[in-house]
């Protein structure tokens, strides 16, 4: 198999039919923020079991293709002595990498953030490739407000995601490309339209000038919504509808899936939003789910760190589990979302 070949195939296998893409990679710091909503103490070992409790939860496999890990989660071990990664390669789940390092602030563009983490790229990817990685996620971010986002602070990112992407690819690891337009903001969802547009279409000229294999990516994009604050939020059939407007305007047919963060939205809308895309008929790319929050919670309210609450915690996550693959079918209902 060349190269290419590996990449197109890891990034199908990613956005495979009924699968989506499991994201805990937060950064130990996010990762202590969400453990301290319910009380729970975050330590290198509290995290370490709960990411063993999902990932051990059974029966992921038929609906988790992938699992985005942090730094620290990929180097660690289940109870029983396997890594995270044999654990994951056990069940024909691949084991994927967050390689960014997070954002600062961007030069000359107060309130702007850029995204770090190309400095040793080239090196990192290589020690996670020993580890076991078959792919990686960068996550650029990208801020709506009065006046902002600036041309410079969305070129700069998708320039950094188009190195990103292209250092993966050489390493034969299939980049996921994330450039996330926050739900942060009262914006209206015209507002969203635009800029995430914007984003995309400067995504992939840099993609494309930076020699990008596009069938070897995976796009993880936001849905198209209104901002948290807005008076008037749309609903699920504008969301659905101008989400798939922006992606056919901006995404390439030969890109094999485009992947949804939830950003902010509960597991009920993510996944509602979701399922009616995904009720339109048919389109050029696979529609699937890389949801963190929207999958973690409430497992992670259910857990609170016991260890006698770990097969409730994983029953809560296994449900979130299903609905997402439902949605990912087009056949998610209320019905279905009450058990
Ligand atoms: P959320 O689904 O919680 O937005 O997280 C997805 C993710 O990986 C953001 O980079």
């Not at 700069?156 to 996921?176: D, F, S």
């Not at 790319?285 to 973690?296: C, D, K, N």
């Not at 006698?308 to 449900?319: D, G, R, W, Y």
Request: charged share 20%; hydrophobic share 40%.
């Amino acid at each position: 198999m060349t190269i290419e070949e590996k990449l197109a195939a890891t990034a199908s296998a990613l956005v495979t039919t009924g699968k989506g893409i499991l994201a805990i990679d937060e950064t130990s710091p996010t990762c202590t923020k969400r453990f301290a909503e319910f009380g729970i103490e975050s330590t290198a070992d509290s995290r370490r079991s709960y990411r063993e409790t999902l990932i051990t939860a059974p029966g992921i496999g038929d609906y988790v293709s992938g699992v985005i890990m942090f730094d620290e989660t990929i180097r660690q071990t289940a109870k029983d002595g396997r890594s995270f990664v044999d654990v994951l390669n056990t069940l024909g789940v691949m084991p994927g990498i967050k390689v960014d390092t997070g954002l600062a602030a961007l030069a000359k563009a107060p309130g702007e953030n850029v995204t770090d983490g190309l400095d040793g790229l080239r090196e990192r990817l290589y020690e996670y490739c020993e580890i076991g990685a078959r792919f990686t996620k960068w996550r650029a971010v990208i801020k709506i407000g009065p006046g902002t986002p600036s041309r410079y602070c969305i070129e700069t990112n998708a320039h950094a995601l188009g190195r990103y992407a292209a250092l993966a690819q050489e390493a034969g690891l299939t980049p996921i490309v994330e450039p996330e337009v926050l739900m942060d903001g009262d914006h209206d969802v015209g507002r969203c339209l635009e800029v995430t547009e914007e984003v995309l279409q400067s995504v992939f000229r840099e993609l494309n000038s930076q020699r990008c294999l596009l069938e070897g990516i995976v796009l993880k994009a936001n849905m198209v919504t209104s901002g948290i604050g807005s008076p008037r939020r749309a609903n699920t059939g504008e969301i659905a509808e101008l989400t798939l407007k922006t992606l056919r305007r901006c995404v390439p047919a030969i890109v094999p899936g485009v992947a949804f963060l939830s950003g902010g939205q509960t597991g009920k809308e993510a996944c509602r939003n979701l399922n009616a895309m995904n009720s339109l008929g048919r389109l050029p790319w696979e529609l699937t789910f890389s949801f963190g929050r929207a999958l973690q919670y409430p497992s992670l309210g259910v857990w609170g760190g016991e260890p006698h609450n770990v097969p409730a915690a994983q029953a809560a996550f296994l449900h979130r589990l299903r609905m997402g693959g439902a949605a990912r079918a087009g056949m998610y209902s209320s019905e279905l979302e009450r058990g």
